[in-house]
């Protein structure tokens, strides 16, 4: 399975920034792995006009349960594919925190992102007084029991909390623990279906500790925050 470098854009960008981005990604030539941009809601259509006919996929960071309606504010996985995404991040650590999102809206948003026809990224990940009080693995597996619907097919990204927007990121060692912990309950869950589903690892994904950790067993790839604002920095990631 090819890697995946996903960049999460988060709340930034406005056109020009957003076409500073995208653009120089025209220009990355081979790279032996799969590039995705995920910008705010109001630059996707912008973006995917900019990236078509290229490799790079769009996503969105977030999607509503329900196709359409009195929803003030928020976003459908149609209104996401219809601008352009084919994928979209679901569950995110900051939605977790700051939106009170439970495992059981997070399945209920991936079910509407596969109704539509988008490849969701689930996010799971421990907080830092979690791991001290060693429950990673605990509260790692609850989130994917809960957010995970029996047919999942799509992408996981673990993303510890303690690494996100830290610059403090996992070890190898922790990396590669988590991801085998991962690996052996989709299998456990999913049979053999669960080998085709990629596993990212997110958290202070930078140029310099990129190559070590996407040699890491088990990692498919990177969801990248900071640094995917930055395209130069995003692509020296893809090429590490
Ligand atoms: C993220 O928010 O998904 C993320 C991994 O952020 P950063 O790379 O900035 O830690």
């Not at 590039?35 to 990236?51: F, K, N």
């Not at 809206?105 to 001290?132: H, M, N, Y």
């Not at 993303?159 to 989709?186: N, S």
Request: charged residues 15%.
């Amino acid at each position: 399975m090819r890697q995946l470098i996903a960049g999460n854009w988060k709340m930034f960008g406005l056109t020009q920034e957003a076409a500073a981005i995208a653009t120089p990604l025209l220009a990355a030539g081979p790279l032996g792995r799969d590039l995705l941009v995920c910008p705010p809601a109001t630059q996707i259509a912008a973006v995917a006009r900019i990236l078509a006919g290229s490799p790079v996929a769009i996503g969105g960071q977030d999607c509503h349960t329900e196709v359409q309606g009195a929803h003030t504010g928020d976003i459908s996985a149609a209104m996401l594919r219809d601008a352009g995404a084919s994928h979209v991040i679901l569950g995110h650590s900051e939605r977790r925190q700051n939106h009170g999102e439970t495992d059981e809206l997070v399945q209920a948003k991936v079910r509407a992102a596969v109704a539509a026809g988008l490849t969701p990224i689930v996010c799971v990940g421990e907080s830092d007084a979690e791991r001290q009080a060693g429950w990673e693995t605990g509260v790692v597996g609850k989130q994917l029991k809960g957010s995970l619907p029996d047919d999942f097919a799509g992408i996981i990204a673990y993303e510890p909390l303690w690494a996100i927007g830290t610059g403090r990121t996992a070890t190898e060692g922790d990396v590669a623990a988590m991801h085998r912990f991962i690996r052996e309950t989709l299998a456990r869950r999913f049979g053999a279906a669960g080998e085709s589903i990629s596993i990212l690892y997110g958290g202070s994904v930078r140029p310099a500790n990129a190559a070590s950790l996407l040699a890491v067993p088990h990692v498919g790839g990177a969801l990248v925050g900071g640094a995917s604002l930055n395209a130069g920095q995003f692509l020296e990631i893809a090429r590490a």
